[in-house]
T-cell receptor, first 114, second 114 residues
């Protein structure tokens, strides 16, 4: 299994541009998550999904959109990039069910907005 | 609401010395607690997790953590630091509502001196 994969690894955007961060998992996990990590800070949840067609906001959803048309994929969309969205973005997935189930993380996408 | 506090954003130890990384949580329900490690330019990897089965939890690479309900703590320890342990460590608590999202502490960067 490849686990959780993310593309691209790095990206530089200009203010106002849009882009989609891709996330895919091959573990048949129902739950998927998007986090952002700012320097010196922990991870903050942007959006999550408990299954295909079901998404919900996390702690910091403003400026982002998501969709979940398949179990495997969970793309994150930035419509009008702003410097405040400069961050490292992590996707994660886990098996549904018990609260204790582990989240598995992708390698991250480092985004810079200039 | 749940929260996690990691005391000390940077910890420096000598190779072979004891590692102690502190984590305190706030939760209105019995918590499920996790320690993740992030090596430079990589995603997060699970070190260990508390599932209520035992208060002393052993993880990978000789790390362990002890859950102390009276102190609302889940500190991470390792008897003897290796150079390869240099990384950022995150404590997290899992919510028990829909999505079972993780709330992370701010992280502790561990530096190991030769």
């Amino acid at each position: 299994n490849a686990g959780v994969t993310q593309t691209p690894k790095f990206r530089i955007l200009k203010i106002g541009q849009s882009m989609t961060l891709q996330c895919a998992q091959d573990m048949n996990h129902n739950y998927m998550y998007w986090y952002r990590q700012d320097p010196g800070m922990g991870l903050k949840l942007i959006y999550y999904s408990v299954g295909a067609g079901i998404t919900d906001k996390g702690e910091v959803p403003n400026g982002y959109n998501v969709s979940r048309s398949t179990t495997e994929d969970f793309p994150l969309r930035l419509e009008l990039a702003a410097p405040s969205q400069t961050s490292v973005y992590f996707c994660a997935s886990r098996v549904a069910g018990k609260t204790v189930n582990t989240q598995y993380f992708g390698p991250g996408t480092r985004l810079t907005v200039l | 609401a749940q929260s996690v506090t990691q005391l000390g954003s940077h910890v420096s130890v000598s190779e072979g010395a004891l590692v102690l990384l502190r984590c305190n949580y706030s939760s209105s329900v019995p918590p499920y607690l996790f320690w993740y490690v992030q090596y430079p330019n990589q995603g997060l990897q699970l070190l260990l997790k508390y599932t209520s089965a035992a208060t002393l939890v052993k993880g990978i690479n000789d790390f362990e953590a002890e859950f102390k309900k009276s102190e609302t703590s889940f500190h991470l320890t390792k008897p003897s630091a290796h150079m390869s342990d240099a990384a950022e460590y995150f404590c997290a608590v899992s919510s028990q509502n829909a999505g079972n999202m993780l709330t992370f502490g701010g992280g502790t960067r561990l530096m190991v001196k030769p």
